[in-house]
Nanobody, 123 residues
């Protein structure tokens, strides 16, 4: 499994912004599709956003559309999640996800997970 390392989480007030980064150990078929999930305390892990190998296709859950932007940079290796106008309901541990053949929009489609980075939005 490819190793995924997330960073960029932190504490921010409602309306603020954060940018998360996910650095895979290598770019292979295993990172064809990349994405982000999040999990709040006591709740199931849920899909946030996903992007394909060259960054020209993206998907977002409805609640973050217009506020979050996913992108791939650094020769398509590093994946970012720019989060603007953050809301308290965005508070969760955010996990980077990778898949070699399927869009990582459900848990079963994910082949590799990052360790998670905490995002806390205060009101």
């Amino acid at each position: 499994q490819v190793q995924l390392v997330e960073s960029g989480g932190g504490l921010v007030q409602a309306g603020g912004s954060l940018r998360l980064s996910c650095a895979p150990s290598e770019r292979t078929v295993s990172t064809t599709f990349m994405g982000w999930f999040r999990q709040a305390p006591g709740k199931e892990r849920e899909f946030v956003s996903a992007i394909n190998w060259n960054g020209d296709r993206t998907y977002y859950r409805d609640s973050v559309k217009g506020r979050f932007t996913i992108s791939r940079e650094n020769a398509k290796i590093t994946v970012y999640l720019q989060m603007n106008n953050l809301k308290p309901e965005d508070t969760a541990i955010y996990y980077c996800a990778a898949s070699g053949s399927r869009w990582p929009v459900v848990l079963a489609s994910v082949d590799s997970w990052g360790q998670g980075t905490q995002v806390t939005v205060s009101s």
